[in-house]
């Protein structure tokens, strides 16, 4: 039981690691965001987009390498044409969830949000790398892929409401409505993850729904 208790508490301090980790790119280019726009030249710019883009990539590698080590037998990295159907039902679910939810979002006052769409606005196009990309492999890896093969893995319902509820969570904001949006999202994914047995298909989905959202934004 003791043994049981000190790999649960390792796990926690690993995932807030992770997390931390994984949040460490966006807090760069916030930091450069924060600056007047006097100050914010286009050496300086240049300068943080590549080194966000290269700490962003070095991350999700050395996160997927992570992953190799700490998933379960019941995982894989196979991937099949048997596996788009339920890709395929889990974004038609997210069309559905982001459609019922997001006129009812508040416009404004959305931290998120507001801190992405600022942050998109002073790096431009090295933002759309980690926005399509990078950070759907980075939020699956870590809410799929360490959280579901760490935390309940007996209780599948357990297993897959936390993943969905720290989802959301992460996704701190005091719209209530944008959380609900974010746990249903997360729920979808962590569906996926659990019935197809492979990250690569919740990344999928989760790059399909981003750029489904971008799509409507441009």
Same mark, same amino acid.
């Given at each position: 039981?003791?043994?049981?208790r000190i790999?649960? &508490?390792? +796990? ?25 726009? $006097? ?12 080194l966000f883009?290269?700490? !962003? ?7 997927? /390498?992570? @992953? ?9 990295? +196979? &991937?099949? #044409? $048997? ?7 889990? &974004? ?14 508040? #416009? *404004? ?20 790398? @980690? ?18 093969n760490w ?10 409401? !936390?993943?969905?509820?720290? &989802? ?5 904001? *005091?719209?209530?409505? /944008?959380?609900?949006? #974010? ?9 996926? @993850? @659990?019935?197809?047995?492979?990250? #690569?298909?919740?990344?999928?989905? +989760? ?12």
């Open positions: 039981m003791e043994v049981a790999k649960h &508490f390792k +796990h926690i301090i690993c995932f807030i690691l992770l997390l931390i980790m994984q949040q460490i790119p966006l807090l760069l280019v916030g930091s450069l965001a924060a600056l007047p726009k $006097a100050q914010r030249t286009t050496h300086l710019i240049l300068t943080v987009g590549w883009l290269i700490l !962003t990539i070095g991350i999700t590698i050395l996160m997927w /390498y992570l @992953y190799q080590k700490v998933k379960g037998p019941q995982y894989h990295n +196979h &991937f099949s #044409k $048997a596996h788009w159907r339920p890709i395929l039902i889990g &974004f038609v679910a997210m069309l559905v969830i982001n459609n019922l939810t997001v006129p009812f979002m508040q #416009k *404004t006052g959305n931290a998120n949000v507001d801190g992405l769409v600022q942050i998109f606005a002073v790096l431009g196009i090295f933002m759309l790398p @980690y926005t399509l990309i990078l950070g759907p492999m980075m939020e699956e890896l870590l809410f799929r892929g360490f959280l579901m935390f309940f893995v007996k209780s599948p319902i357990l297993n897959i409401m !936390t993943s969905a509820l720290l &989802f959301g969570l992460v996704h701190v904001s *005091t719209d209530p409505i /944008y959380f609900i949006s #974010k746990a249903l999202l997360g729920l979808v994914l962590a569906i996926v @993850y @659990y019935r197809t047995k492979t990250i #690569k298909s919740s990344i999928i989905l +989760h790059v399909l729904n981003n750029l489904s959202a971008g799509l409507t934004i441009f």
